[in-house]
């Protein structure tokens, strides 16, 4: 059965997390009590936030109302902010009240442009909260935005409280995204400080939790940790960290159980080695393996899956990253390089000498990348991109982003045989796609397409004869050149496949069978 691995999942498909829900729910006890507590939940991107969100409101008791804002794309100017939160309030007492039916959804209202036919069947229920809410709405639409309606909206939650006399929790995701509002006139001129704001008048709410969230750690740690902050101390925090390796584990074997896949032993391993535990490239890896054709899958279809998701530029991670990686650098050189740098962890002497610059240079570009949390600084003195498949790609991008993929997956042998051609100018370098086990390797150079299949072994070295068929079916049908490499230990020795000689039970390669000294005479004809 096919899963959606774009979307946060809740219900059967959420893992783990346990321990973060418990402390949820916990604020929710004492906000029942008359104690609001505020929580504060971090993680970066892709880490499972959402999902944990959304779980933490599918459990909450029908005696609990719930308003939940996506801060990302709605603080563009304080409008469209407070009409934003605003509506998500309004829905929810318009879901406790059970009257949806008669008004419709306000998201769906907004997407279609239907804002004012929406606030006149709300004003028709003759509602007290909701002619209040309407009031607001229709201020909010007047050419000069004054501070009552902004104050009005901010406690729209203990009103909404109030009315239906029950606790309302308000969820608030990507919430460093509020300071954008500070640099408006309207909040400049009215308030001053915008988060001092906030904290005045939530602390009045009684009946009202907030749960803060957001990706970037750094700058959300400082809001409620700097002393000079005016949420300093107001936040008890919650950390969304990579899943625990059993709750990994569980989670890709059941996406790979959905697909009917059974992966084989060291699978598992190899692939937290490689991707780390974070839920969201689980789950592609899960989507992307559901192809394989068969049932047992192994550390081979591992490498395929990883080379057309990260290391094809059209792969749907290699898609994403490379939007990250513009988000983070921008048009900037100097960033893109510190990137490259810090892909393997590093001190930033190391990444100077790296980047042939100075050490106060790097740590001026350091302090940027480490204040969006792009970088962390590990115990031994050393910065590395956080996010290990991140790091994975930054790998892939230099002079030979296509002979990466097997040389980071691939054996022993096959990294020998990549460094071989990389050394003599092979710069495309793909693990194969042709019939399983034919050939390891595909390297190619303008117009030479060369099948490689790679053994570790000293001469002679035998061929079965369904093997050197299969191999000379395939580079036939695919027109490319059938060579074996042969990696001895002390060097990796090139032969045509045709340059086998015909045993009685098998294709033998000896001492007596020429290797290839030039790849580049294959161009000449193969």
């Avoid at 909010?140 to 309606?149: F, I």
């Amino acid at each position: 059965m096919p899963h959606e691995s774009s979307l946060p999942v809740v219900a059967a498909g959420f893992y783990d997390r346990t321990q973060e829900i418990e402390r949820l729910a916990a604020a929710v006890r004492l906000l029942a009590q008359g104690s609001p507590k505020w929580m504060l939940v971090l993680g970066r991107r892709k880490i499972g936030k959402s999902s944990l969100l959304l779980e933490f409101q599918r459990r909450l008791p029908r005696s609990v109302a719930r308003a939940y804002l996506d801060l990302w794309a709605s603080t563009q100017e304080p409008r469209a902010f407070l009409a934003k939160y605003l509506g998500v309030l309004v829905a929810s007492f318009l879901a406790q009240r059970r009257l949806t039916k008669e008004t419709g959804l306000f998201e769906v209202a907004c997407k279609e442009g239907e804002e004012e036919r929406f606030w006149g069947r709300v004003e028709a229920l003759h509602e007290p909260f909701l002619d209040h809410a309407a009031k607001l709405a229709q201020a909010l639409r007047q050419r000069v935005l004054k501070p009552g309606p902004i104050e009005g909206v901010i406690d729209l939650p203990q009103a909404l409280a109030d009315e239906l006399r029950t606790p309302v929790v308000v969820i608030l995701d990507e919430f460093q995204e509020i300071r954008e509002l500070r640099r408006f006139p309207v909040i400049r001129r009215h308030f001053g400080d915008w988060l001092a704001l906030l904290r005045s008048r939530w602390q009045q709410h009684r009946r009202v939790g907030y749960l803060l969230a957001g990706s970037k750690v750094t700058l959300l740690r400082e809001m409620v940790e700097d002393h000079d902050s005016p949420f300093f101390q107001h936040f008890e925090i919650v950390k969304v960290e990579e899943l625990p390796e059993p709750d990994a584990r569980r989670l890709l074997r059941d996406r790979l159980r959905e697909a009917r896949k059974q992966p084989a032993a060291k699978f598992y391993g190899k692939v937290f080695e490689l991707l780390g535990r974070t839920p969201f490239y689980l789950q592609i890896l899960a989507s992307e393996l559901a192809n394989v054709p068969r049932t047992l899958i192994d550390e081979e279809d591992l490498k395929r899956a990883l080379q057309a998701l990260l290391f094809d530029p059209h792969g749907r991670l290699s898609l994403y990253l490379e939007g990250v990686f513009r988000q983070i650098v921008g048009r900037s050189t100097h960033l893109e390089q510190m990137l490259q740098a810090f892909s393997v962890p590093s001190t930033p002497s190391e990444a100077a000498w790296k980047l042939g610059t100075t050490t106060a240079v790097v740590s001026t570009h350091l302090r940027r990348l480490r204040y969006e949390d792009v970088l962390e600084r590990s115990e031994d003195g050393k910065y590395a991109v956080a996010d290990p498949m991140f790091a994975l790609w930054l790998r892939s991008r230099p002079d030979e982003p296509r002979a990466f993929a097997p040389y980071l997956l691939g054996d022993a042998t096959e990294r020998r045989v990549v460094e071989t051609l990389g050394r003599i100018g092979f710069r495309l370098v793909y693990q194969s796609r042709a019939s399983r086990g034919a050939f390891d390797l595909l390297a190619l150079h303008e117009e030479m397409q060369l099948g490689i299949q790679c053994r570790r072994t000293r001469l002679p070295h035998y061929v079965g004869k369904e093997e050197y068929h299969r191999m000379a079916s395939e580079a036939r049908r695919l027109r490319w050149v059938p060579l074996l490499a042969l990696d001895d230990g002390d060097a990796v020795r090139f032969y045509h496949l045709r340059s086998c000689r015909r045993s009685q039970k098998h294709f033998v390669l000896d001492e007596k069978v020429r290797h290839i000294e030039n790849l580049w005479d294959l161009r000449k004809g193969s």
